[in-house]
Structure formats: structure tokens, C-alpha cells
């Protein structure tokens, strides 16, 4: 089973995001799967010119000469897409919403109504790669994902797929806080993410009991509210000390 993430942070290595990658797919490999891992801001992605040639000069190809042809085949050919973002304005980042438009030319430009009636295009090939989601936001509670839960889902059901697991963290910042304080609460929230890998290999899905303890705050809202605020009072007044 190929596993392959997309990672739509432009902090590449050293976002959030990738923290929860890094414990995924470290559970994923030691259930067999093979890994990739994308950071999309280090392609050439330009975006949709919204000109339909993928559909009708040269089908299911894009007409820009970009990353996105070698980017679109490893979508095209893994079991398993991962689209990894962080929350930008309520939504995935501008990266990973260029990238997911010229994803495009895996459809075919004609009309089908689905079960419930409304229309989708049919897909180009026989299959297409369930979809994982994994996201991070700077405000602690879980509901800043309202938008993303519905977002992936329609586009699970645009490219007749479905998807297998969603993993969203509030506060995602914490993940990378060195205070010793922390460290056994941030270990215990990457050992479920690493669960959550080899769930997905193994089962195809999350189990309830790691859904829950993945829902959990790492720590309580108002604890990192405050360590936020505190930690954006000294990194103002450093700055106001150098002007
Ligand atoms: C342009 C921009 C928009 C953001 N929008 C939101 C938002 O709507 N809600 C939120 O909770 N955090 C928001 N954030 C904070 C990021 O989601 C947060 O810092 C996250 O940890 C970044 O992940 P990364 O390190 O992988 O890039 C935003 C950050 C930026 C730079």
C-alpha cells in the first residue's frame, strides 16, 4: 500500500503540520505501508488558467509546464492521498488550494447525477486514492475545522472517493513548544498519531478511541490561550526593544 502526503504549510519542515506528519507516517511504515512525503512549496505549482484544455486539447493533461505533471501521477497512482494543510483564514492554505485546482484533469468534463441527485463529472480513471486529511489551526478549539470537515468531504464524493480518516489539532503550535512542562502531554498526543498510521494501513480507517483521544486538547484551552498570549507580549517587546 503506497501512502503519499501532500503538505500544503509554506513552513515546509518546520510547520506544525509536518510534526503531525512525521508521527502518521512513522506509524503507517511500521504497519508496511510506503511513504512519501511532498512538501508542495518546494514544487512549481502555478496556478489553474481555468482554460479546460486537460479536458478537451489534451485529456487528463494540464497544458501548463509545471511540477504538477510528476505531482498528478503520484496522486494518480497512490492507494492513499493525505492532503496536509494548515488552517489558513478558516480553509486549507493558498498552496494547497492551488495544487487541489489543477487536480482537475483527473475528471472528465461530463455531467453525472449521484446518489443524492446532485451533479458530479465522472472520473477519468477506475480508481481513485482515499483520502486522509490531516490540518493544525493557532486557536485551540476543535470547531475551526467546521469548514475544512465539509470541504474534504465534498471533494471526497467530486472524485468518487471517500474519506478514511481526518485528523485536526487546535492549538497545533504546542506541538513544537521545548518547555519540559509540556513534553509528556506532546508525547502522549504524537504516540495517537502514530496509531492513527498504522490504523489507517490496517484497518482503513480510525478507531473510535483514537478519534476521541486525537479530539482532546493537548492541554486545556485556557492554559495555551494564555501561554499564546504571553509568548506574543515577548516577541512584541523584542521588537520594540530593537526599533
Ligand atoms: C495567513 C494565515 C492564516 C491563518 N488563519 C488561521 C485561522 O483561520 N484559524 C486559526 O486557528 N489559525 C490560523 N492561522 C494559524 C496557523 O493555522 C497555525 O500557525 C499553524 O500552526 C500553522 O501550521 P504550519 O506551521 O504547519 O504552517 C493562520 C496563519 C496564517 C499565517
Known amino acids: 500500500m503506497k501512502i503519499t502526503v501532500f503538505n500544503g504549510s509554506p513552513r ?27 512538501f508542495l512549496v518546494k514544487n512549481n505549482i502555478k496556478h489553474c488558467l481555468g482554460c479546460y484544455n486537460c479536458w478537451i486539447q489534451t485529456p487528463g493533461e494540464c497544458i501548463i509546464k509545471d511540477d504538477m505533471k510528476e505531482l498528478l501521477s503520484k496522486f494518480i497512482e497512490t492507494d492513499i492521498v493525505v492532503f496536509a494543510t494548515p488552517l489558513y483564514v478558516d480553509n486549507v492554505s493558498g498552496i494547497m488550494k492551488n495544487f487541489m485546482d489543477r487536480l482537475i484533469p483527473v475528471l472528465d468534463p461530463y455531467f ?17 486514492p482515499k483520502i486522509v486529511v490531516i490540518s493544525n489551526s493557532g486557536f485551540p478549539e476543535q470547531s475551526h475545522f467546521q469548514v475544512l470537515q465539509l470541504l474534504f468531504r465534498r471533494i471526497a464524493k467530486n472524485m468518487q472517493s471517500e474519506v478514511i480518516g481526518e485528523i485536526y489539532r487546535g492549538g497545533g503550535p504546542i506541538l513544537g513548544n521545548k518547555m519540559l512542562l509540556l513534553t509528556p502531554f506532546i508525547h502522549n498526543y504524537k504516540k495517537c498519531l502514530h496509531k492513527a498510521g498504522k490504523e489507517i494501513v490496517e484497518n482503513l480507517k480510525l478507531s473510535d478511541e483514537t478519534i476521541q483521544k486525537l479530539e482532546k486538547p493537548i492541554i486545556p484551552d485556557e492554559q495555551y490561550i494564555s501561554g499564546a498570549n504571553k509568548s506574543w507580549d ?8 530593537k526599533l
Open 234 to 241: 515577548k516577541t512584541l517587546a523584542k521588537i520594540k526593544d
Open 12 to 38: 515546509a519542515e518546520k510547520g506544525n503540520t509536518h510534526i503531525m506528519v512525521e508521527e502518521f507516517l512513522s506509524g503507517a511504515k511500521e504497519a508496511g505501508a510506503e511513504t512519501e512525503n511532498i
Open 112 to 128: 453525472k447525477k449521484d446518489e443524492n441527485g446532485e451533479c458530479r463529472h465522472t472520473n477519468r480513471y477506475n480508481k481513485s
